[in-house]
């Protein structure tokens, strides 16, 4: 089997990937530039102008108008009912670091921005704003960052009350986050021992999206229609139409959808790595 894999393999990257969208949906979507929604428990959190933020973000995705900030210590929540079936989400929204955020430091002793769904941790990193000196654990991927130490209205300027802005759109800790589940609780806090009043550090979301990602179900193991599962002809077969040739078994149904894993991506590797699994008695995924 492992010659076999070596091959296909190869064969991949011979014949490449012809990648078709999938069929990703948006469970929940609000720039906060009106009421706050239904489904938002904000606790302390308020709907806030967002001063000099404004227009920072790609094009399409710019703080604008409202978002909603949060004094540190405030848990605000999310809570998502009737989800269709899927396989994994992505929470995506800009991230405000208002003020005199401390970091990993110590003094105040930290400040933590922590994000779970369904009471699992997904993300936990600090964020520094007061001085160049303090330690910020997070480090965004490239393009994430929006502004650094900057005056962007709210309790400046000068002294410790600079802020940040990133792009958690593209954070990968939260992109493709296991979840199947009809429900979904997302819980945001900025914690740790550093916390402080409004007044003197908070933190805020704007255009905060979930976006769940179908999960893949895998078609009968019968690849070629012979009536013989499972059998190595089938793997066979999948090999020989991956690599664009013809179904070397005609049958009734024989050789059906290349997209084994009904991914949305064919052919790719996953789909033959899915087929070997279950064939296997393993499940799709």
Known sequence: ??????????LAAAVGCVATARAESVAFFSDFDSALPAEVTPGLATLTGVQFFANLGPAG???????????????VTLTLTNLPPHGSVAVEFLFAAIDSLDGTGSFPSGDFFRITVDGVQVFRESFANATTSQVQSYVPPPGGELARWQDLGFSGPGSFYTDSAYNFAIEPALRAVPHSATTMTIEFLMEGPGVQPLSDESWAVDNLRVVLDPAPVCDSIDFNGDGLFPDTQDISDFLTVFGG???????????GDIDFNNDGLFPDTEDIGALIRVFGGGACV
């Open 1 to 10: 089997m492992k010659t076999r894999w070596n091959g296909v393999v190869a």
């Open 61 to 75: 995705n710019q703080f604008g108008g409202s978002f909603l900030r949060s004094p540190t210590g405030n848990s």
């Open 245 to 255: 040739g013809a179904c070397p078994t005609p049958a009734p149904g024989a050789c």
